[in-house]
């Protein structure tokens, strides 16, 4: 049998940030914070999957045991994370040591990215490029979300990219809002607004220009055949080394149930976990997403079996 896709695995839950739009930040009162041990990371078949994203809901750097960690995946397959980039220098070696490195960035103006993220934009533009200036480094993708507050700079994280001699950029959506106070901070919707449009093309175009990749998720709200995480082939390994489809039915906080605004609704959802993988491959969300993929291959047109229960207010069964 082949390999799997990706598996994610929540190396820590601490973070030294407070951003406006994190869960943690949201429901900080009932955050567990705490770093997988290494019995926990070594226990995760890594062979069976093809790439490992060491990152859940927290920042991966933060746990000292990182630098082995990453070492022993690459064993396996190949390994990548998403940091807020406070400690790239401190673990610069390890961080060599990746395929992919992606650094979250909220915008390309300094007041604005300390406005949300707290943390000096040029001192992060500083160690991405302490990266970027070896010989052998990962791939450096500086990932960004478009909030309405944020996105008029997105060209100009392009520049931004380009002058830290990063790779790609990823233009992410707000595709989980964890409270009231967000709703309307995401920029997609039924029907996209013209000037976000606008400001997509104008950040691709000069992403040609300079030679770098960009990619922007969608943002016209339409139902996916398998949402972008695709539970068919990856997976989420939590801090406490339980099995979950993937990080929106996981929050590391108290409660059994997550809570998401779904457009404007405030809903609850049960977490979902498995005790192996072989509940995981036998689980009812990962059999309707792969009963969905199978309808392509039918040459009558049916009726696709419905969005499993818990994804129906996910955005990303909407395919932002
Ligand atoms: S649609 Fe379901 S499986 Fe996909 S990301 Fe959302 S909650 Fe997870």
């Known amino acids: 049998?082949?390999?799997?896709?990706?598996?994610?695995?929540?190396?820590?839950?601490?973070c030294q940030l407070n951003c406006l739009m994190c869960p943690k930040s949201v429901f900080r009162n009932e955050w567990i914070a705490k770093d997988m041990e290494m019995d926990v990371f070594e226990s995760i078949p890594f062979k069976k999957f093809r790439y490992a994203h060491l990152q859940g809901w927290g920042e991966p750097l933060l746990n000292p045991k990182i630098g082995d960690m990453i070492e022993f995946a690459r064993e396996h397959c190949k390994v990548g994370l998403t940091t807020n980039g406070i400690l790239i220098d401190r673990y610069l070696e390890d961080v060599l040591n990746l395929d992919l490195l992606a650094v979250s960035i909220a915008s390309a103006g300094a007041e604005e990215h300390?406005?949300?993220?707290?943390?000096?934009?040029?001192?992060?533009?500083?160690?991405?490029?302490?990266v970027s200036e070896q010989d052998k480094r990962p791939k450096i993708v500086i990932a960004t979300m478009m909030l309405r507050s944020t996105i008029g700079r997105l060209p100009e994280i392009v520049d931004l990219a380009y002058e830290c001699g990063a790779d790609e950029v990823i233009a992410n959506n707000m595709d989980y809002i964890p409270s009231e106070n967000l709703v309307g901070m995401e920029v997609f919707g039924e029907k996209p607004d013209p000037s976000v449009l606008d400001l997509i093309k104008k950040a691709e175009d000069r992403a040609k220009e300079l030679g770098i990749k960009f990619v922007a998720k969608p943002v016209k709200l339409e139902e996916a055949l398998v949402c972008a995480e695709n539970p068919v082939e990856n997976c989420l390994i939590t801090v406490d080394g339980k099995i979950a489809p993937c990080v929106y039915l996981h929050l590391p906080t108290r409660s059994d149930y997550i809570v998401r605004y779904f457009r404007g609704r405030r809903v609850e959802v049960p977490k979902v976990y498995f005790e192996s993988f072989d509940e995981w491959k036998n689980s009812s969300v990962r059999d309707a997403f792969e009963k969905r993929l199978q309808m392509l291959y039918q040459s009558l047109p049916m009726e696709f079996p419905a969005l499993p229960d818990v994804c129906r207010t996910c955005y990303k069964a909407w395919s932002v």
Do not use: D
Not at 123 to 130: A, F, N, V, Y
């Open 1 to 14: 049998m082949g390999k799997l896709g990706f598996v994610q695995v929540e190396v820590s839950t601490k």
């Open 114 to 130: 300390k406005a949300v993220r707290g943390f000096e934009l040029e001192k992060l533009k500083e160690r991405i490029k302490l």
